[in-house]
C-alpha cells in the first residue's frame, strides 16, 4: 500500500532554513510527480510546490517562489522541501502528496504532515 | 490566479439527509476539479477527481459533477462518520488553489 512519511519539522527562528522530507513506498516512485500542500493552524489548505517524476519540472506558489525548493532522488524514493528565509507566515503542517504521471494530474495520497514553527 | 469558493462555509444536517456544498471558479477550469475530506487532526483524504470520478475505495455515497467554473459534491445519504470539512482544489493551472473548506456537521 502507498506510504508516505513526512519528516524533517520543528521549531526554527524566522530568516533560518529548514529541509522536509517525504519517503515514500508501495508505488513506482520515479513514475509520478510529487507536491508539497501546507495548512497553516486552523486554516486551510494551500498548495505549496510540485515536482515532475523526473525532477526536469517544478511549479511554486508565489508565497514560496525564491525563498523554497523542491526536489527529489529517485534512488531513495524522497522528494524534499528547503525552506530559506522562513516567516512567521511560514508555520503550518505540511504534507507531502503524490501526484500523477505528470504535474497536471490529480492528487492521490497524503502523508501524516510535519509540523514547522516559525517563531523567535 | 484562479480562485475558489466554497458554499456555504458550514453546515448541519442530519443522519440520513441529503447534503450537498458548491464549488465555483474563478475561470473556467474544464472538469479538472477535486475534492478532499478532512477530519480533525487527519491528513486529507482523496475523493474525487476530473469532477466526478471517485478515488479508488471511496463510497458511492459520495458524487461529484459539473464542468467549467460550478461544481458540486453530494453525499446521498449522511452518516455520522462523514462529519468533516470538504475541500475542493483546481488543477487546471499552476498554482493550484482550494476552496476556503465546508465544515459538514451532524445534527
Known amino acids: 500500500q502507498v506510504q508516505l512519511v513526512d519528516s524533517g519539522g520543528g521549531v526554527v527562528q524566522p530568516g533560518r532554513s529548514l529541509r522536509l522530507s517525504c519517503a515514500a513506498s508501495?508505488?513506482?516512485?520515479?513514475?509520478?510527480?510529487m507536491n508539497w500542500v501546507r495548512q497553516a493552524p486552523g486554516k486551510g489548505l494551500e498548495w505549496v510546490a510540485v515536482?515532475?517524476?523526473?525532477?526536469?519540472?517544478?511549479y511554486y506558489a508565489d508565497s514560496v517562489k525564491g525563498r523554497f525548493t523542491i526536489s527529489r532522488d529517485n534512488s531513495q524514493n524522497t522528494v524534499y522541501l528547503q525552506m530559506n528565509s522562513l516567516r512567521a507566515e511560514d508555520t503550518a503542517l505540511y504534507y507531502c502528496?503524490?501526484?500523477?504521471?505528470?504535474?497536471?494530474?490529480?492528487?492521490?495520497?497524503w502523508g501524516q504532515g510535519t509540523l514547522v514553527t516559525v517563531s523567535s | 490566479d484562479i480562485q475558489m469558493t466554497q458554499s456555504p462555509s458550514s453546515l448541519s444536517a442530519s443522519v440520513g439527509d441529503r447534503v450537498t456544498i458548491t464549488c465555483r471558479a474563478s475561470?473556467?477550469?474544464?472538469?479538472?476539479l477535486a475534492w478532499f475530506q478532512q477530519k480533525p487532526g487527519k491528513a486529507p483524504k482523496s475523493l474525487i477527481y476530473?469532477?466526478?470520478s471517485l478515488q479508488s475505495g471511496v463510497p458511492s455515497k459520495f458524487s461529484g459533477s459539473g464542468s467549467g467554473t460550478d461544481f458540486t459534491l453530494t453525499i446521498s445519504s449522511l452518516q455520522s462518520e462523514d462529519s468533516a470539512t470538504y475541500y475542493c482544489?483546481?488543477?487546471?493551472?499552476?498554482?493550484?488553489?482550494f476552496g476556503q473548506g465546508t465544515k459538514v456537521e451532524i445534527k
Open positions: 482544489q483546481q488543477y487546471n493551472d499552476y498554482p493550484w488553489t
Open positions: 515536482i515532475s517524476y523526473d525532477g526536469g519540472n517544478k
Open positions: 508501495g508505488f513506482i516512485f520515479n513514475n509520478y510527480a
Open positions: 502528496v503524490k501526484g500523477g504521471a505528470a504535474p497536471g494530474l490529480p492528487v492521490d495520497y
Open positions: 476530473a469532477a466526478s
Open positions: 475561470q473556467r477550469i474544464s472538469n479538472y
